[in-house]
């Protein structure tokens, strides 16, 4: 699953959450997609070979393989995405750092914090938010519905551990 739960090596309350993108495609994945695009799109061009028409037909190969670079590129750059969760008996505190690089912050009490499930009506079925001091924020949207769900019960356990202590 792509995130990680870690308990401090201080403090044996506190809990720490990371979650990021799943990533299906390592850089080395890219670099073959890219390379094995160019060599089977070069193989309807050796019947031209020595021809005036492999310079009309190579731009639009040379196209499509920059255009698959853009797309995996820009893939990579927002899956930059990074939530951090930390969860102890006083505080909640949520991090979360966007692809852009702009970061996002959320505390609250963790006596008065609530985990929620939405199963229809969000932005993706079974969204999970974290309410508290008077706000409401979302976290793993980028999870896939069975790894929310997961999480869902893992966020209630911490949750409650957290308010025992």
Not at 80 to 103: A, M, Q
Not at 139 to 156: D, M, T
Request: net charge neutral.
């Amino acid at each position: 699953m792509p995130y990680t739960w870690y308990n401090s090596s201080t403090d044996t309350q506190t809990k720490r959450l990371e979650l990021w993108p799943y990533r299906s495609l390592p850089r080395k994945g890219f670099a073959a997609a890219i390379l094995g695009a160019f060599a089977l799109g070069t193989i309807p061009l050796y019947g031209l070979l020595g021809t005036v028409l492999i310079w009309g037909l190579l731009p639009f190969l040379l196209l499509a393989v920059a255009g698959l670079w853009w797309a995996l590129e820009h893939s990579y750059k927002t899956a930059r995405l990074h939530e951090e969760l930390t969860i102890d008996p006083e505080r909640l505190h949520l991090r979360r750092v966007n692809p852009r690089g702009d970061v996002q912050e959320w505390d609250c009490n963790s006596y008065w914090a609530r985990v929620s499930i939405h199963p229809k009506g969000g932005p993706v079925d079974h969204y999970i938010t974290l309410g508290g001091a008077g706000r409401e924020v979302e976290i793993g949207a980028f999870l896939s519905e069975p790894e929310r769900k997961v999480l869902y019960s893992e966020l209630q356990d911490a949750l409650r551990a957290a308010k025992s202590a």
